[in-house]
Every structure is written in C-alpha cells, then in structure tokens.
C-alpha cells in the first residue's frame, strides 16, 4: 500500500525555519521523482518544488533562494529545507509522487504568522 507521512510543520515566527519530511512506503522510492506542493487558506494548490530520483532539484519562482529540498533514497525520506520563513509561506505541505500537484496524504501544517 503506497502511503506518504508528512511531518515536521509548525508555527514559526517570521524569518524561522522548517525542516519538513516526507516518509514514503509501498513503492520504488528511489525510481521517481517526487514532488511537494502547498495549499494556503483560501487558495489553489501550488507547486513548490520537485526532486528528480538522482537529486537534481527544481524550484518555483517563490521557493528558489528559500527553499532546499533532498532526498535520501536508503530511508525513502523527501526533505524541505523552510529558511526565512513569511507569513505568505503559510498552506498545508503536501508530497506527491511524481511531477503533478495532487496529494495523497494529510500533509503537514506550517503556519508563519503576520
């Protein structure tokens, strides 16, 4: 049974950080690539980050500088790196399996207050 737990989320003052992980199960983790997208109040789903299974990262306009995401294919671990945290960083994190924005878990709370 696939399944993906995120963790990690919290309230954080602005300029904060986060370490945000993705425990993944019941598939090839090593074999895809891996995606994390957040939900903010109110808003549509947005595409955060994606992580080829060699590594090799690509961000969004927003997250690029802030944001770092890694992998760690032995404990089949998505990883997102929060630095410099705002209060428009607040949604709920999701990780996705492959390169599209629809989750399959609960995701994982990060609220950064104004």
């Known amino acids: 049974q696939v399944q993906l737990v995120e963790s990690g989320g919290g309230l954080v003052q602005p300029g904060g950080s986060l370490r945000l992980s993705c425990a993944a199960s019941g598939f090839r983790f090593s074999r895809n690539g891996m995606t994390w997208v957040r939900q903010a109040p109110g808003k549509g789903r947005e595409w955060v980050s994606s992580?080829?299974?060699?590594?090799?990262?690509t961000y969004s306009d927003s997250a690029r500088g802030q944001f770092t995401s890694s992998r760690d294919n032995v404990q089949n671990t998505l990883f997102l790196q929060m630095n410099s945290l705002k209060p428009e960083d607040t949604a709920v994190y999701h990780c996705?399996?492959?390169?599209?924005?629809?989750?399959r878990g609960r995701g994982t709370q990060v609220t950064v207050p104004s």
């Open positions: 992580v080829d299974p060699d590594g090799r990262t």
């Open positions: 996705v399996i492959g390169y599209g924005t629809e989750p």
